[in-house]
Structure formats: C-alpha cells, structure tokens
C-alpha cells in the first residue's frame, strides 16, 4: 500500500502495476541497484580564490569529523584542491582516506576521513525474450504514432 502525503490528509492507494501493463507489450522491469562514491560534500571555488565547502551532507563522514559548510580548504591529501573535483572522485573508491587542511575563521585545522557511497536503485524497461504477437504490436503502435487492430485467430 502506497501512502501519498499531503497537508491535512493522506491518501492510500495500491501501487501502480508496473509489471502487469509492461507485459501486455512484451515488456518487463528490471531493478537495478547502483552505487556511487560520494564525497560527502560540495565546494565552491572563484577563478583565483580559494576552495570554499558551500554544502555538507548530515550523514556523511566529512560532517561526522566536522568539516562545515564555509569552511575554507587549504590542503588536499597533502597537497592542492583539484581544479575538477569530480574527475578527482572519478579515480578514487568508497573507504579511500581523504585529509583536509581546513580554515575556519581564524583557526586552521586538519580533517581526516573515508569517502562513502550513496545507493540508487534505477528501473530499466527490457524487452521478454519470447513476446507473443499482440505484445510485439503494442510498442511498435506506441514508438510509430499509430494502432491497428490485430485479427483475431
């Protein structure tokens, strides 16, 4: 049962039958779990300033060691921030030690801490390996624009 919130009631409905409508055009739904290194945290950087945190996730180790929002970066693993971040995230995996060098007002300090991983579970259409023939006509109908009636036998 799927509880759908709103602002002074709610409303309860069985979920959609995803499985069932897909079916019916030689279609299924495969659920597929991915996973992705997740710095913890984002920064902001002007062309020639410094690397400031703007965001940082509750849950994510970088908070649990207290980096904060603002802070200033000024050291990475021992040496300068990436200019791409991300690409930098790219080449690294879940548990990898990350030490900062941060600023904070008027006091410098150092943050040590393991890069996570957020899960995402993705749904994927896939074509069944044997459709019968009226299942093969549905998305043919739908991708082209038009339906026809299919005889019966």
């Given at each position: 049962m ?7 009631k709610?409303i ?7 499985q ?32 400031v ?13 207290g980096?904060?929002?603002g ?32 600023r ?20 994927e259409?896939v074509?069944?390996?044997h ?11 739908m991708?082209?624009?038009?339906t026809?009636?299919?005889p019966?036998?």
């Open positions: 799927l509880t759908l919130p709103s602002r002074e709610h309860d409905a069985d979920p959609f039958p995803y069932q409508i897909l079916a019916l055009a030689g279609l299924g739904l495969r659920t597929v779990e991915r996973r992705k290194l997740a710095l913890g945290f984002s920064v902001e950087h002007e062309p020639s300033g410094p690397f945190v703007s965001t940082v996730d509750s849950g994510a180790p970088a908070a649990q060691t980096l904060r929002a802070d200033v970066i000024l050291n990475w693993n021992g040496g300068e921030v990436p200019r791409r971040v991300e690409r930098w995230l790219q080449e690294q995996k879940a548990g990898d030690q990350l030490k900062l060098r941060v904070r007002e008027d006091k410098e300090f150092s943050l040590e801490f393991r890069l996570g991983e957020n899960k995402e579970i993705v749904y259409v074509e069944v390996s459709p019968g023939e009226k299942a093969r006509h549905i998305p043919e109908g991708l082209g624009g038009e026809r009636a299919i019966v036998r």
